[in-house]
């Protein structure tokens, strides 16, 4: 039997990148703004401030391309292509150390990356029993290590996965085996028992419960990375230095989207879940998505300064960044001070 993209979509199991959505007519004075966006609920607040109209207000004129990780989309800030990424935030630390020119102007979201266990594993994970433990006693029972789904290396996925494997819970490397793939593919392979566990985000997190209770949630995002640093708008240096007024009424869009998500979910969640495209999230889900417990909105970039610092360095011990640079020259905590006190 043939399924249809529609079809798997429609099921929740996903696809490749999508191709570039245009949100709202253009106007003859806008500025283009090309944003290279990953379709997780952490992106929200870009997705509500453009449904609610306040870039088109602000004179930006958005359009979207989807990827499936962070480093697919550097490639295509590296080639010009698009002006504002909104991912995760580990591959710009990657991207500045290969001359990118970058700048991290807005949070959007923190502690999305969360640890899920398929059933055959989840079993090992008792009362009383550590999460090493719980790997041990699955290579144990089943002759082989469990495998665990998540992004490229570089991502922040990736990375907070290693780092509660290897830093918090002291699992011994023989008992896991680490599957590099991207979020629709990890979806899938989780729903399909293809895998033992997975990093996952929202929306994947509800779609996945819903779709088979019996996957376990096993550690949120702080546990996996204390202050977990997520998804960020970064805006490319040609873009900001071409249009910095621009740049601000982003970041106050963006506010004003994370104002209306904490206080109005049920009025936010039809925009998100139009921006993931109509049938492939339900706004019943995208509602539960955006208040659980893998949901932390963020705007003010100056509080993941820290935990940044923190991801780098430790992506230097992995080897996937070859030395620390310096974050200061990453962020531009300006734009949202000034319209933060613009109100």
């Known amino acids: 039997m043939t399924l249809s993209r529609r079809t798997l979509l429609a099921a929740g199991l996903g696809a490749a990148a999508m191709p570039a959505l ?16 990953i379709p997780i609920i952490g992106a929200s607040p870009l997705f509500v401030a453009d449904k609610e109209g306040w870039f088109k207000d ?8 989807t ?10 800030l590296a080639s010009g292509t698009i002006d504002l990424y909104v991912a995760g935030i580990a591959p710009l630390g ?17 502690g999305e990356n969360v640890f899920v266990a398929t059933p055959q594993l989840a079993a090992h994970f008792t009362e009383g029993v550590t999460p090493a433990e719980a790997f041990a006693r699955f290579r144990d029972a089943t002759g082989k290590p469990a495998r665990l789904a998540t992004q ?3 991502s922040v996925p990736n990375t ?3 780092y509660w494997l290897w830093e918090r ?5 023989g008992d896991v085996e680490i599957v590099a ?10 729903l399909a028992d293809a895998v033992e566990g997975a990093t996952v985000r929202e929306p994947a997190l509800t779609i996945i419960r819903k779709t088979n209770p019996a996957v376990r949630l096993i550690a949120v995002g702080d546990e996996l990375f204390p202050g977990q640093p997520g998804t960020v708008a970064a805006v490319s240096g040609a873009f900001l230095k071409s249009h910095p007024g621009a740049v601000e009424a982003l970041v106050g869009a963006l506010i004003k989207a994370e104002a209306l998500i904490t206080r109005d979910p049920a009025r936010a969640a039809p925009h998100v879940a139009a921006a993931l495209g109509p049938g492939i999230v339900d706004v019943e889900t995208v509602t539960a998505a955006l208040t659980s417990p893998a949901s932390k909105f963020l705007i003010d970039p100056r509080q993941i300064i820290g935990p940044a610092k923190a991801m780098q360095s430790y992506q230097v011990k992995l080897g996937s960044l070859a030395e620390d640079a310096p974050l200061d020259a990453l962020f531009d905590t300006s734009f949202f001070e000034k319209a933060k006190a613009a109100g």
Request: avoid cysteine.
């Open 181 to 190: 793939m991207g979020i629709d593919a990890t979806q899938q392979a989780v």
């Open 22 to 37: 245009s949100y709202g007519p253009a106007r003859a004075a806008s500025i283009p703004l090309r944003a290279g966006v």
């Open 58 to 65: 602000s004179g930006l004129d958005l359009t979207v391309t």
């Open 160 to 162: 907070t996965l290693q």
């Open 169 to 173: 819970i002291k699992a011994d490397p």
């Open 67 to 76: 990827f499936q990780s962070g480093p697919n989309t550097i490639q295509a």
């Open 152 to 154: 490229p290396s570089g």
């Open 94 to 110: 990657v991207a500045r150390s290969r001359g990118i020119d970058i700048k991290v102007v807005a949070a959007t979201a923190t």
